[in-house]
C-alpha cells in the first residue's frame, strides 16, 4: 500500500502561484512516475501535468507554460508549481502514481490517488 498526502492549495488571487506537494510514503516501489489531475464543480476529472521516472514532462495545454511539474526522488516528493493562475483553475488538485517508469495515458492506470487538495483563484 502506498499513501499521497498533497499539500500548498489554498485561496489566491488572479495571477498569482502556488505550489503544491505530493509525498509518497508506505511501500513505495523503486521506479515510478506521478501525475497530478484536477477537477472543479460539475466537471469531470482532467489531466494536468505527468512527469515519468527519468523526469520527462508532459502538460495539459491549458497549463503548458504556467505550470510546471518536477520531483525529488530522494523525497518521494512531486511538486506543481503552478504561475499566473486564473479562476479557471480552481478546482481539487488530485497526485497519483503508477508502478511504472513511463507515464500512463488513462487515469485508471495510476495505482493510488492522494485525497485531494483545494485550489481557489478568485478574479
Known amino acids: 500500500q502506498v499513501q499521497l498526502v498533497e499539500s500548498g492549495g489554498g485561496l489566491v488571487q488572479a495571477g498569482g502561484s502556488l505550489r503544491l506537494s505530493c509525498t509518497a510514503s508506505?511501500?513505495?516501489?523503486?521506479?515510478?512516475?506521478m501525475g497530478w489531475y484536477r477537477q472543479a464543480p460539475g466537471k469531470e476529472r482532467e489531466f494536468v501535468a505527468a512527469?515519468?521516472?527519468?523526469?520527462?514532462?508532459y502538460y495539459a495545454d491549458s497549463v503548458k507554460g504556467r505550470f510546471t511539474i518536477s520531483r525529488d526522488n530522494v523525497k518521494n516528493t512531486v511538486y506543481l508549481q503552478m504561475n499566473s493562475l486564473k479562476p479557471e483553475d480552481t478546482a481539487v488538485y488530485y497526485c497519483?502514481?503508477?508502478?511504472?517508469?513511463?507515464?500512463?495515458?488513462?487515469?485508471?492506470?495510476?495505482?493510488?490517488w492522494g485525497q485531494g487538495t483545494q485550489v481557489t483563484v478568485s478574479s
Open positions: 512527469i515519468s521516472w527519468s523526469g520527462g514532462t
Open positions: 508506505g511501500r513505495t516501489p523503486s521506479t515510478y512516475a
Open positions: 497519483a502514481i503508477v508502478f511504472r517508469r513511463g507515464v500512463p495515458t488513462s487515469p485508471s492506470e495510476y495505482d493510488f
